[in-house]
């Protein structure tokens, strides 16, 4: 047993010691801050001009009010995703439109309803109790369903669904 360990002690004495250490790494790090903190003052800035009339217009303008229609999409109750499925979500929902799209909307919901329907279901059915409370989880709740509808009915990436508005929004 004696040679044994004599042997371990010689194996660990003529192995090489480890190079390097920690400073290259540091080196490495400053180097990189450094370089991160410099290229912002190599590129250079637009001049900018004392000109406010060119301003860039959002992709789309939200129509006033009065040029607005609010075109019904019907009620949906689903059982939220909770243990005993014992809580669920009654929506009645409206779509808010430009007044030249009110009938394109309608014809397209007639035809639509029933993908857009099934998608609701299945959507409002993922979420739990604290995603679906209060103004934050409607307002969520609002947008997600805002962008899925004009995805399906505008495939283009043209939005013309504004908003969705909630006409009665009941948990149980």
């Known amino acids: 047993m004696a040679d044994a360990e004599d042997n371990d002690g010689e194996s660990a004495e003529s ?21 991160g903190l410099a290229v912002p003052l190599l590129i250079p800035a637009k001049a900018t001009t004392g000109d406010t009339a ?15 229609k609010f075109v019904s999409f019907g009620a949906v109750s689903v059982n939220l995703d909770e243990g005993r499925l014992s809580r669920y979500l009654q929506v009645s929902i409206t779509l808010q439109v430009a007044k030249d799209q009110e009938l394109e909307l309608t014809k397209m919901l007639e035809t639509q309803k029933a993908p857009l329907t099934s998608w609701l279901i299945a959507h409002l059915s993922d979420k739990t109790l604290d ?6 989880g409607q307002n969520r709740l609002r947008r997600e ?3 899925q509808f004009n995805t399906i009915l505008y495939p283009d990436g043209y939005d013309r669904i504004y908003d969705v508005l909630f006409d009665n929004y009941a948990i149980q």
């Open 15 to 35: 192995s090489p010691p480890a190079k390097g250490g920690v400073l290259p790494y540091i080196i490495v790090g400053i180097l990189c801050t450094a370089g």
């Open 54 to 68: 060119e301003q860039v217009k959002p992709p789309y303008e939200l129509p006033s009010p009065e040029d607005t």
């Open 131 to 136: 995603e679906v409370r209060g103004a934050a």
């Open 145 to 147: 369903i805002r962008d």
